[in-house]
């Protein structure tokens, strides 16, 4: 039995692909910590306060009723209050110890650093705490020669600046900055306009394992791995994705198929492909308290994702709580309008 899966992700992510869009727009706010962030995207994360972006060289308030929050929060902070201010101060940042530095360059209003893929391919990309997900250009994904359209391959659903696009979703060997290396990281694949000057953005699935320090007076970055309680530093994407394929060969909703998926998931606990997989075998096996929890871990993470809600809703189903799964559908619908699994299931609810 095979399935084929699309995973619709709504991601926190603007992409402004044409150069005089890049050097147009940057957006600032504050989280609970009262740390300042600065992207070129608005922040993928509920923010309570006031988000500004920067155009025209003046800061004003910001506000997008289509734009879709999660409340995953980025462990990044910022010493300076202001890159600008920074700039003008005298006193250098202070520098932690046990870091990493990383020198970077800016581009209009973006922070740009030299990345290199998969140990082999070196290019331009964008720091942007926006993002939730890395993005690579489809010149890149050739040239590594990935391909981002295989068979059953996962896709995301971006919000760009010229609408919803879905792209495909590939894994990355590995993504490095200065002597940091980062394995197994997921990147979506998207072209980038011929005028843009990076061939990438490093999202927060590859900042979230560091704490980074911005230096502007050096135009420096500070990268500090995490503690060793943090789930970040004890995972092993690569095993995961190694016992992921392995399920996926199989292929028939055995025990030995969950076996490698919860392995997976054990071994990197935001490989969210094994968590789809996994509860899509749980569903058709009509274990609805297993799919439950399962995709609570899911929205835990991802909160705004339609088919978790929509998925969520099958597996109250199957507990017969179908006021919690009529919820659930209209959450998927909410988020996404066009989703038609949702949309039936909820229509048959409503008329039994």
């Known amino acids: ?68 929050f999660s ?12 890159p600008d201010e920074a700039a003008r101060s005298s006193q250098p940042a202070l520098l932690p ?29 964008a720091v942007d705490t926006g993002a939730t997900y890395t993005v690579i250009s489809l010149k890149i994904a050739e040239a590594l020669l990935i391909v981002p359209v295989a068979p059953n391959a996962p896709h995301v659903t971006l919000q760009t600046a010229n609408g919803r696009i879905r792209v495909p979703l590939i ?64 995972r092993d994407c690569v095993a995961a994705r190694m016992a992921f394929d392995r399920g996926r060969i199989l292929d028939d909703d055995s025990e030995q198929e969950i076996a490698y998926y919860k392995n ?34 899911i929205l835990r993470r991802q909160p705004d994702e339609p088919e978790a809600h929509f998925r969520l809703g099958v597996a109250y189903m199957l507990q017969r709580n179908f006021q919690a799964a009529q919820q659930e559908f209209q959450r998927a619908l909410h988020l996404d309008p066009n989703h038609k699994q949702a949309k039936e299931y909820s229509e048959r609810l409503k008329n039994q």
């Open 71 to 82: 409340t995953h929060k980025p462990i990044i902070t910022y010493t300076t209050s202001s």
């Open 264 to 297: 997976a998931i054990s071994l990197c606990p935001d490989f969210i492909e094994a968590y789809y997989y996994l509860g899509a075998i749980y569903i058709h096996q009509q274990h609805g308290e297993e799919a439950i929890a399962l995709h609570r871990e």
């Open 171 to 234: 894994n990355l060997k590995s993504v490095s900055i200065g002597d940091l290396v980062v394995p197994n990281v997921m990147a979506a694949v998207h072209e980038f306009d011929d005028t843009s000057q990076i061939s990438g953005l490093l999202g927060l699935n590859f900042l979230n394992r560091f704490q980074m320090t911005v230096d502007a007076t050096k135009h420096q970055l500070v990268f500090r791995r995490l503690d060793q309680s943090s789930d970040f530093t004890k």
């Open 1 to 68: 039995m095979k399935r084929s899966y699309h995973f619709f992700v709504m991601l926190g992510v603007f992409f402004l692909f044409q150069a005089s869009a890049l050097s147009a727009e940057i957006y600032r706010w504050k989280d609970k910590s009262g740390r300042i962030h600065y992207s070129t995207s608005p922040p993928s994360y509920r923010v309570f306060g006031v988000i500004e972006v920067k155009r025209n060289n003046r800061w004003e308030s910001y506000s997008d009723k289509n734009t879709t």
């Open 97 to 125: 110890s046990g870091q990493t530095v990383v020198q970077y360059h800016k581009q209009d209003s973006m922070i740009i650093v030299d990345a290199t893929v998969n140990q082999h391919l070196r290019r331009p990309f």
